[in-house]
């Protein structure tokens, strides 16, 4: 049974008591209850007879109308005993129920709202709602009006989920468990190129002495690189992209490290003010 507002609502009635009136007709000019309201529905009435009052709230029938809750009234707030005499009876905007804006032009207190059922489909976005009909978990907004749904790993990092970080800089991260490093195996060439991007540990088997490149390396960045040389072949580490005339060997003299004959050699490589260096560490 909603809850009707109309216009220009009044009839006359002559029932007795607290209880349904039975409704006599509109007064000239003004409609019936069921006509503007309508049967089961309900509607905000006043009843007044000399002193006695009643404002509540009604339940329209086929020509009555329930008092279904008094709100306000003569009578200490309660159902009135109407006596005998022609009652006046209309539909109302009480005051005990109205939403208004006050003298600065805000809404009026709406109160706590305890209990209710949002019976539209969804808040469009021009309101500030998501254009879509649910939404759960972490709401995320677009900067202007509409809110939607935060993607995991895309929009937040989730405690125990699998996310991949791409340009965060971490400041004194404990970190706590296993850090695997990323093996990544080089495709040989003639002037093949060692990108840090690819990983933290790199191989390489050589079909033929080379001259690599370090095109990709930036300051900071660091590789372990573990260097099969087939049979018997050279790396020559001149090419300009290490910096300078090549990369500055830390180890085995100042030279470029010569490489095991059988087995991998192990050298780390590191940028460090626009120059790579690197050091020999094993063989193996």
Avoid: H
Wanted: hydrophobic share 35%.
């Amino acid at each position: 049974m909603p809850l009707v507002i109309a216009d220009r609502v009044r009839e006359t009635s002559t029932t007795t008591g607290t209880g349904t009136l039975t409704l006599d007709g509109a007064v000239t000019g003004f409609r019936t209850f069921g006509s503007a309201i309508g049967s089961g529905n309900t509607c905000y009435y006043t009843i007044t007879l000399g002193a006695d009052w009643e404002v509540g709230l009604g339940t329209v029938g086929t020509g009555t109308l329930a008092r279904t809750t008094v709100l306000k009234s003569s009578n200490s707030n309660s159902a009135v005993n109407f006596g005998a005499g022609t009652k006046d009876v209309f539909g109302t905007y009480t005051a005990e129920r109205s939403v208004y804006k006050d003298a600065s032009g805000n809404v009026n207190a709406l109160g706590t709202i305890s209990s209710g059922v949002w019976n539209g489909t969804e808040i469009t976005v021009p309101y500030g709602g998501t254009g879509v009909a649910s939404l759960t978990g972490i709401v995320k907004g677009n900067g202007q009006s509409a809110f939607s749904a935060a993607t995991a790993g895309t929009d937040y990092v989730t405690p125990t989920g699998t996310e991949t970080l791409t340009n965060k800089t971490l400041t004194d991260p404990t970190i706590i468990g296993t850090i695997i490093e990323d093996v990544f195996t080089i495709t040989d060439g003639a002037a093949f190129e060692i990108n840090p991007g690819n990983g933290s540990i790199q191989l390489i088997t050589l079909g033929a002495s080379r001259t690599p490149k370090g095109t990709s390396f930036v300051n900071g960045e660091a590789i372990t690189l573990m260097v099969d040389d087939g049979t018997a072949y050279a790396l020559t580490w001149t090419d300009a992209t290490w910096g300078g005339s090549g990369v500055v060997w830390e180890t085995d003299s100042g030279s470029a490290p010569t490489l095991a004959t059988t087995g991998y050699t192990t050298i780390v490589l590191w940028k460090v003010g626009g120059q790579v260096y690197g050091a020999r560490v094993g063989n193996n």
